[in-house]
């Protein structure tokens, strides 16, 4: 509310008839000029009655006129504003021998009862012993709607800021920060008050010297638009000194002179983007691999049904030959030798025809932990297996599987012995299963203590043929062949293993059979 004096020239009747005549017609003057005004214009006495109102006013209140004329002000006046109106003129009045003009905002009443915002300006007249208050009126709605769109849309924009997945940070020209919203909260660590109030300086979201390097790149023309800098990747830090790759957007604020007054960066966390890039070539990888092994699945089965025919006449007519010798001829023992070395061939076929998967299954309901003890007993009474201790971690209540316990079989005596081969028939073995529900599958796992596998060679220790193994001691189908066998059951196969730590083989295999997708791997440390 604003209140000062104001000074009215004052009156004399004593004066000539001219000046009587001139004072009359000013004061037929006064209500045209009145009606040109912008403003409504209501004059009332010291009872609140009004004697004297423009068009203005009129239209302002909903009234006509001769409505306006004789009532009570009051009355325009919301009843929760009249006091302070009345409060008001009092004080005024106390005042009567001064002018006074007083300016403050009300709610009007118009004609449709409904509320109007207006600001109003109180002037008092005394003249000859009278009390005259002059009410100029000014509609304040349309402003009002303004202001209140303003603070909406403000309201809006700052919500925007602050519920932004990206962070938002600004800086001063001195790179104190002022603004740091709830996405740069969850980037970087820190929370607002302690960065805003507690003074970290915007270099300490940075690695070093990467804030100047940014604010040269924003002041040149070589990067875009002066001012403007667009995505570009840089390395954040958070509260924890953790080094966080992000993309960055950033501006500089300029003042009404063109003056930098402060800069703004919106920062996009690219761990997840990144994480799911290496997931993609990772599948993509596996996925060349699954090929891969499809395509040698259905040659390897093609050539051993080749050489099938030619090794079984070999081994009949070798077999017919030996029969005929008698025990101690001289070429017995090399007729033995090429039955031996035909059998191996035979062998080798098998695990080829294996690995193409052409043998047929026979898939029924099984217990893993049943088929693992099959497996165990098995291979316990082996020579390899003598000073090789086998601890056993079945889970009881574990889930039927749908499966060929005799392929199953096939891929637990495989990594099992691998697994003595590795330990050089010294060391422990754990067998270990486990439900998945979440997954609807059971794991198994295979660890051993071995001498453990080079990094460099597991991405190849299911290709077909590859062997580490001496000459004549491998073929390098085994794990293929395993491969092959779990794919062919939807499961996967995961392998961790660290040099001289030995290695873990887990398998996940699915509690209701589903048909084989690639039977991809996943290969790496959990």
Not at 22 to 31: G, N, R, S
Not at 124 to 146: N, Q, T, V
Not at 258 to 278: C, H, N, P, Y
């Amino acid at each position: 509310m604003n209140k000062k004096r104001i000074s009215f020239p004052a009156m004399d009747h004593s004066e000539s008839t001219t000046e009587d005549s001139q004072l009359l017609e000013v004061q037929k003057i006064f209500p045209k000029i009145f009606e040109l005004s912008n403003n409504g214009i209501l004059v009332f006495d010291q009872t609140f009655r009004i004697e004297f109102t423009n068009i203005q006013a009129s239209e302002l209140s909903g009234f006509p006129k001769d409505e306006l004329i004789g009532r009570d002000f009051r009355d325009l006046i919301f009843p929760e504003d009249r006091e302070k109106l009345s409060n008001l003129i009092a004080e005024m009045h106390l005042q009567s021998d001064e002018n006074t003009t007083v300016s403050t905002a009300f709610k009007l009443i118009t004609k449709s009862k409904a509320p109007k915002d207006v600001d109003i300006y109180l002037v008092s007249a005394p003249l000859e012993g009278s009390f005259k208050i002059y009410a100029y009126m000014r509609d304040l709605s349309e402003r009002i709607s303004i202001e209140n769109k303003l603070r909406e849309a403000n309201r809006f924009l700052t919500n925007i800021i602050i519920s932004s997945v990206d962070g938002i940070i600004a800086a001063d020209i001195k790179g104190n920060i002022i603004l740091f919203n709830q996405g740069a909260e969850r980037m970087l660590g820190y929370l607002r008050d302690e960065v805003i109030n507690g003074g970290v300086h915007i270099t300490k979201i940075y690695t070093p010297g990467l804030a100047k390097e940014l604010m040269r790149r924003l002041r040149s023309p070589d990067y875009g638009p002066i001012g403007k800098l667009s995505s570009t990747e840089i390395s954040a830090v958070t509260k924890q000194g953790e080094i966080l790759p992000a993309s960055l957007s950033a501006a500089i604020i300029y003042d009404e002179a063109g003056r930098e007054i402060a800069s703004v960066g919106i920062f996009t966390d690219l761990r997840e983007r990144i994480r799911m890039q290496k997931e993609l070539e990772d599948t993509h990888l596996k996925l060349l691999h699954s090929e891969k092994m499809a395509s040698l699945g259905k040659l390897a089965a093609g050539v051993a049904h080749e050489i099938n025919n030619p090794l079984g006449g070999i081994l009949l007519y070798a077999n017919l030959l030996f029969e005929d010798m008698p025990p101690d001829h001289s070429q017995s023992a090399n007729v033995k030798k090429i039955i031996d070395q035909t059998l191996r061939c035979k062998d080798i076929v098998k695990e080829l025809l294996d690995f193409g998967r052409q043998a047929e299954h026979n898939m029924v309901m099984c217990d893993t932990n049943h088929i693992l003890e099959q497996s165990i007993s098995l291979l316990s009474k082996q020579s390899s297996f003598h000073n090789i201790q086998i601890i056993k971690e079945f889970d009881p209540l574990l889930m039927p599987i749908t499966a060929d316990p005799g392929q199953l079989n096939q891929v637990f005596i495989n990594l099992m012995t691998n697994a003595a081969d590795a330990m050089n028939g010294l060391g422990t073995l754990t067998v270990r299963t486990y439900s998945l529900p979440e997954e609807n599958k059971v794991g198994v796992e295979f660890s051993d203590t071995g001498c453990g596998i080079p990094p460099e060679i597991i991405p190849r220790i299911f290709d077909p043929f590859f062997t580490t193994k001496d000459m004549g001691k491998g073929t390098g189908l085994g794990l293929s062949t395993v491969y092959g066998i779990i794919g062919e059951h939807g499961g996967t196969i995961d392998v961790r293993s660290e040099p001289n730590e030995g290695t873990t083989f887990i398998l996940r295999l699915p509690v209701q059979a589903t048909e084989a997708e690639g039977g991809w791997m996943n290969i790496g440390k959990d």
